[in-house]
């Protein structure tokens, strides 16, 4: 007797639900939001680094860029999330 074979959702479209799709990002976070927020902090730390090492004046305008251009770099991603998010077809 042959055993059964285990079908995932995603390998059977017949098993899925009315609002999924085989195409959706499975977390519901746009990839390339995620991958645009790694890419900015490793720039965003090397301009700070450079600037810390640069002297006294230096020092104080990376605190100042920290204390505004955090804040500001995570907002925007997070409306760029919010805007590409996949709400029709919402992850389990």
């Known amino acids: 007797m042959p055993t059964p074979q285990h079908v995932t959702p995603v390998s059977n479209r017949t098993s899925l639900g009315p609002t999924e799709d085989v195409g959706r990002e499975l977390d519901g976070d746009p990839h390339d939001v995620v991958?645009?927020?790694?890419?900015?902090?490793?720039l965003f730390a090397a301009v700070v680094l450079g600037m810390w090492l640069s002297g006294s004046t230096g020092r104080i305008a990376a605190v100042v860029i920290c204390m505004v251009g955090v804040p500001m770099l995570v907002s925007n991603l997070r409306q760029r999330s919010e805007r590409q998010r996949d709400y029709h077809h919402p992850s389990r």
């Not at 991958?35 to 490793?42: Q, T, Y």
């Open 35 to 42: 991958g645009l927020s790694a890419l900015f902090s490793v």
